[in-house]
């Protein structure tokens, strides 16, 4: 009985952090071009304007998302540490009203760029299922990093990603 559980554990431990470090499929792969209005202005935000510039880090969020609204502050504070870098920022709304999406920015003071996906089909073009998304897209347009959901910490591990680019 020892031996089959001391073999249970052995065998977890192996298994365990494979599982943990299984990556997106979408990493290493042409990301879908972004076209969406942007909340400031109502003119339209375009990916492909920024290949060959800029890597982008793409947040995908709602008003309502608990995770989210930790998150969101620590990439404003990853966007204003990095100023100067070749990275944009940008928060991709989901499914919510222009106006509810609006009052939300406005209360929570965030600073970070804000588009509207409407119907939700960026974010289902990047395989969103929970929020929020995290993608970082490289200047050649590759998807280089995919994180769904949010605990506190994980921002360490964006930061240091970013840092490879």
Aim: hydrophobic share 45%.
């Amino acid at each position: 009985m020892m031996k089959r559980s001391l073999a249970t554990v052995v065998i977890l431990a192996l298994i365990t952090p494979a599982i943990a470090e299984e990556k997106s499929e979408l990493i290493g792969t042409q990301a879908l071009p972004i076209s969406l209005f942007k909340l400031s202005d109502n003119k339209y935000f375009r990916s492909k304007d920024l290949l060959g510039k800029k890597h982008l880090v793409v947040s995908f969020f709602a008003t309502w998302c608990v995770p989210c609204a930790k998150e969101i502050p620590k990439l404003q504070e990853m966007a204003a540490e990095m100023k100067g870098k070749d990275l944009e920022f940008i928060l991709v709304d989901v499914n919510e009203k222009k106006d509810k999406v609006a009052k939300h920015i406005a209360k929570k003071e965030y600073t970070l760029p804000v588009i509207l996906d409407k119907y939700g089909k960026a974010f289902e073009n990047f395989k969103g299922v929970t929020l929020p998304l995290l993608v970082v897209i490289n200047k050649k347009g590759i998807i280089t990093y995919h994180r769904t959901g949010y605990k506190d910490g994980e921002e360490l591990e964006l930061i240091a990603h970013l840092k490879t680019l």
